[in-house]
């Protein structure tokens, strides 16, 4: 193993916080490997580069010779973490949930060494839960403190619904620390009042309680609001490479910093490196998101899919050429009562624009293109010669489709 001070080094590149830190610090003098926690909730079947921070950081645990514990929340995900929520978090079944945690699993060990990580589902031990043993739980903590938290606060204060059942989730989570004896939790700093949960309840059951470690949210593509599938800001870990490369290379400037230290492979001495030349002023941006999405695509999509992608993103962007493969779209290519189509329609129904609106604002941009020809501003009705099965519609200079 490396120094304490090495291991530190590492540990704490791209942290929000680790409380407390000495007590880090100690265990790891103890030149013993540590348990390293992350519980998942399987709400979704995708994961995009947001959800693949913690598990980014998790590896390097791993690589420092850590053992790792991946918590499939198949019982928590039956509640719902209402962490950083306005409100209930809709039920899942339990066949959703299955079905969710097998593709999160195969995305998660992407990154993870599948040969150092020791996967386990929460149901085996809080399924069996008597009645008796929640209540012992439940008694381990309180209203008063419960409500303390941010989320649980406003809306409280703003008299919006809590359900009862929302209470007892970071009960259950801390329960999960308890039974795999974690020594460090990690979570999305959002997630510090479950982890000091667990924390609290490992104190209360007379174990070494675990330390608590969060990570940033991941800003996404715009450079704003964070990653998210709802802002259609994201890069998702199964986008195909091309898509990927073209996703990255789209980035705010200003975020290519945190995407070394939060996403990439890259030591943290060069990601420090990258960080002061952006400090001084001698970054070349454009060159350094070509790596960047070279690395994730290598990381996602095996060694030399980056290379490959690259060359794909240069033919279509600098010589003007199509993709090799363009997803073929149907569309509803009806002409309206004056014998056009309606183009705004058919780029919404298709997906390439969010809304007919904001199709109209891309054509009258001049980002629209049928069959590699710009549409001219407001010309928002097409003859069906033009627009028809088995043209290419464009948007912008990512976003194609092929009309069916």
């Known amino acids: 193993m490396l120094s304490v001070e090495e291991q530190l080094k590492v540990i704490t590149s791209g942290t929000m916080q680790i409380v407390p830190l000495d007590e880090l610090k100690k265990k790891l003098e103890r030149g013993v490997p540590l348990n390293i926690k992350l519980g998942v909730d399987p709400t979704s079947p995708d994961l995009h580069l947001g959800h ?9 645990f791993q690589d420092l010779g850590h053992k790792v514990t991946l ?10 973490d209402p962490s950083g929520r306005d409100s209930t978090r809709p039920p899942l079944t339990e066949e959703q949930v299955e079905a969710n945690a097998a593709t999160y699993v195969e995305q998660a060990l992407k990154i993870l060494d599948p040969e150092r990580t020791q996967i386990v589902h929460n149901g085996e031990w809080l399924k069996p839960l008597d009645l008796g043993s929640m209540l012992g739980l439940m008694s381990k903590f309180n209203v008063a403190r419960i409500l ?9 204060t ?10 007892i989730y970071p009960v259950l989570q801390a329960y999960d620390s308890v039974v795999i004896k974690a020594d460090l939790e990690m979570g999305g700093n959002d997630q510090i009042f479950n982890l000091l949960a667990g924390r609290d309840l490992m104190e209360k059951s007379g174990m070494e309680p675990q330390v608590a470690l969060t990570m940033p949210l991941l800003v996404g ?15 998702g870990l199964t986008d195909p490479a091309d898509e990927m490369f073209g996703k990255l290379m789209s980035i705010n400037d200003t975020v290519v910093p945190m995407y070394y230290r939060l996403c990439s492979t890259l030591p943290v001495d060069e990601v420090d490196a990258i960080d002061a030349a952006y400090a ?12 960047l999405a070279r690395n994730i695509c290598d990381l996602y999509h095996g ?13 279509q962007f600098k010589k003007g050429e199509l993709p090799e493969n363009i997803a073929e779209v149907s569309v509803d290519l009806t002409p ?38 710009a549409v001219a501003a407001k010309n928002y009705n097409i003859d069906p010669e033009q627009l028809h099965s088995g043209c290419v519609v464009q948007v912008g200079k990512r976003k194609f489709a092929r009309l069916a």
Request: glycine share 12%; with cysteine; net charge positive.
């Open 52 to 60: 693949a921070v913690p598990l980014r950081k998790m590896r390097q």
């Open 71 to 80: 918590i499939i929340g198949n019982g928590t995900a039956l509640i719902g």
């Open 158 to 167: 703003n008299g919006m619904p809590i359900a009862l059942h929302e209470f």
């Open 303 to 315: 060694e030399g899919a980056g290379k490959a992608a690259q060359a794909a993103f240069d033919a």
């Open 336 to 373: 309206n009562d004056q014998g056009k189509i309606y183009l705004a329609r058919v780029l919404a129904e298709a997906g390439l624009c969010a809304s007919a609106g904001d199709a109209r604002r891309q054509i009258d941009g001049g980002g629209v293109k049928i069959d590699q020809i």
């Open 280 to 291: 001084d002023g001698t970054a070349d941006p454009y060159q350094l998101k070509r790596a």
């Open 148 to 156: 303390e938290r941010e989320d649980f606060h406003n809306r409280y």
């Open 221 to 235: 593509l715009d450079g704003v609001k964070k990653m998210s599938k709802s802002y259609k800001n994201y890069v």
